[in-house]
């Protein structure tokens, strides 16, 4: 993820993240770029209208750059 917010050919609010997200439908969420306030060492710490959360690496299954997946865990 740090590739796209470094990397000036990319634009970061073109990222979206799907995370494992329990109680959410289906138990994942998703977030955009612009969601996204800072990667930390962990995890990422992200913008809703529930306030700021902390969401883990390892909870993340998919990574996507304009609608093209990147990266994904099976």
Known sequence: ML???????????????EYVNRGAPGDRSTVIGRHIRSLEQGGMEIESEAGITFIPYHRIRRISYDGEVMWKKD
Do not use: C, G, I, N
């Open 3 to 17: 590739r796209f917010l470094h990397d000036p050919q990319y634009e970061f609010h073109k990222v979206e993240v």
